[in-house]
């Protein structure tokens, strides 16, 4: 682990077969040492917006993946797909697929810190996974009304993403959340030769990162608990 965040990253050698069971209490994990340091993944989560030109390795690019695999999903569906761009010409074509005129100059060059990401993971969903597999047996006799208030296609891609941007605080990189203009999409599945039914939910760029970090929007700038979180009803602190 480069980050030096203590994260367990699966296949930890020495321990036993039941202490690795994910099913499992983390208490059962024994040793404090083996527990996931996660409230230090947390803390360090930010968007990077700036990379070196550094390559992410193959083996940190399957870990990536495979972490956003790890993502619950809605009745199981597994509607999501990633498109992995760590070739340089894929990823020309995708900038050039999704280019925008920037407004101004610092505009302008905070998109050429962020297109200069050695990876782009773009998280798919497809809504048309959802309404087959909740038109099962096992699912069909939810109303139609009540089977999501929010779409499910949308909600796990966001958290498969989330888990992308985790691992890289894991892997001692950086990584950023990036919207996906609608105007552009038919284009990128063109370009992609991505089918109908999948729909981005946006960009996840992934690099090492800048001495310099680009401009961040807000810096740590974050509400107060007290607006965000009421117990036992509205407006209890
Ligand atoms: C759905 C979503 C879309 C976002 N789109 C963009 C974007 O297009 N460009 C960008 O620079 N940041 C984007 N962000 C990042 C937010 O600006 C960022 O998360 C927020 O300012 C808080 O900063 P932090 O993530 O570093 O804590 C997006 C984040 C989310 C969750």
Avoid at 24 to 42: H, N
Avoid at 107 to 125: K, Q, S, T
Wanted: a positive charge; aromatic letters at 8%; proline letters at 8%.
């Amino acid at each position: 682990m480069r980050s030096g965040v203590q994260m367990s990253s699966g296949g930890s050698g020495g321990r036993s077969a039941s202490a690795t069971d994910p099913r499992l209490p983390s208490r059962a994990l024994g040793a404090r040492g083996s527990t996931v340091e996660l409230d230090e993944v947390l803390r360090r989560r930010r968007m990077v917006r700036r990379y070196t030109d550094e390559p992410v390795s193959r083996a940190d690019q399957e870990a990536l993946v495979q972490a956003a695999l790890r993502a619950p999903s809605a009745g199981s569906t597994q509607g999501l797909r990633l498109l992995v761009l760590s070739d340089e010409v894929d990823r020309a074509r995708l900038w050039e697929a999704t280019a925008w005129v920037p407004p101004d100059s610092q505009r302008a060059r905070l998109g050429e810190h962020l297109r200069a990401a050695p990876l782009v993971i773009v998280p798919l969903c497809s809504e048309q996974a959802y309404r087959e597999r909740y038109a099962e047996a096992d699912k069909a006799w939810l109303p139609a009304a009540d089977r999501w208030s929010t779409p499910y296609w949308y909600v796990d891609a966001a958290f498969s993403s989330m888990l992308i941007l985790l691992k890289a605080v894991d892997l001692g990189l950086g990584a950023a959340f990036l919207a996906f203009p609608p105007r552009f999409v038919p284009r990128f599945r063109e370009r992609f030769g991505v089918p109908e039914e999948l729909e981005p939910i946006g960009l996840v760029l992934v690099g090492h990162r800048h001495p310099e970090l680009g401009p961040s929007r807000r810096p740590e700038h974050r509400l107060p608990v007290e607006e965000l979180v009421h117990r036992g009803r509205w407006g209890a602190r």
